[in-house]
């Protein structure tokens, strides 16, 4: 049962705007970046919501690392792809602008593609695949990220988390959604984890003698010292087929550097070698899917409702009450949130008052009575 306090979605979105805005990111940026980041609340995934507003967002805008004003340059386009250089500025506010033209040219040749280079962290990944699905369209997308992830056999952090994301449309309430990292467990989870105190699960983290860690904060530190690294899907090894979520990582990392031509892995750290701050410069692609083109889009959704039925109406395991498909969870946790508001804890709190405090915004927070 949940026990942190709640703050209404409706406050949360103005005051996350009013924050963006007087450190210099225009209303309608704002606007975009702030449903981005609740939108991964409302899905329950909190690794990638208010959880990261102040220390992946405004910190960096803080520190240098990213561009409160996104300038957007256009490299190269045809009718069915779109190259886009950021310019360093808010991944969000890019990857919404590229999504919204493909999904333009998907509607009428049935299919388009674009890559992003010289951008920053994009929020959750499944945002941009939704946009398609809400088009009726399925929608396509990753990105690589610094470097933390150990390919099969080695223990340096090489690649990023590199999400793998697909969302399509269903005939149900919900669409089918799955959005995941392709390493055991992401950054954002270890953050998560040592907000609230908690440990990072045995045999997720391989360090360099090829033991594993578990104090998250530790983690966190000795990760970007290169001293530790995450695993990818699978574990350690090939016997429990690491092998394949490395492959899926490396397919991610290439497809989100080499369409655009921008640069990859050790290059994406944000240090420079003397451990200063440098752009992070990272790549985004996408893909947009139109089943009109194919058998139409209420064949489409009907299939793939039926598939989903069909795999929840499947023999159980002993113990085990349902049967879950990808973006199931993520519906329920809304139903259940859509109500209450964000559920924030200890340290999330502070981060509010600090950021109101420090910039006099006109807000009371539920918490502080």
Known sequence: METRPFVPWEQMNAFMI?????????EEDARICADVLLE????????????????IYIDRIVNGTLLPVTKIDIVKETPTTVVMDANNGMGMVASHRMMKML???ARTYGMAGGAIYNSTHYGIAGYWTTMAEKAGMIGI????????????????????TNPLTFTMPTDEDFPFNFDCATSTVQNGKIEYYERNHQPTPA???????????????AILKEMRKGNCALLPLGGLGESTGGYKGYGFTTIVEILSAALAGGPYMKALSGKNPDGTNRMYRLGHFFFVINPEFFMGLDTFKTTA???????RASEKAPGEEHIYTAGEK????????????VPVGESIQNELVELRDKLNLPYHFSFED
């Not at 409702?305 to 795999?311: A, E, K, T």
């Not at 329920?332 to 209450?340: G, N, S």
């Open 141 to 160: 997308s990753g990105t690589n990220a610094r470097p933390s992830v150990a390919p099969t056999f080695g223990v340096e952090p090489m690649m990023g």
């Open 305 to 311: 409702g039926g598939i989903l039925r069909d795999l």
């Open 103 to 105: 999904i333009e040219k």
């Open 330 to 341: 993520e519906h329920l946790a809304w139903l259940e949130r859509r109500d209450k508001g």
């Open 40 to 55: 991964s609340d409302r899905r329950g995934v909190e690794s990638h919501g208010c959880n990261r507003f102040k220390p």
């Open 18 to 26: 009013d924050v963006f805005k007087a450190y210099g990111v225009p």
């Open 203 to 217: 045999g997720l983290v391989i360090t360099k003698d090829g033991g594993t860690m578990t104090d998250s904060g």
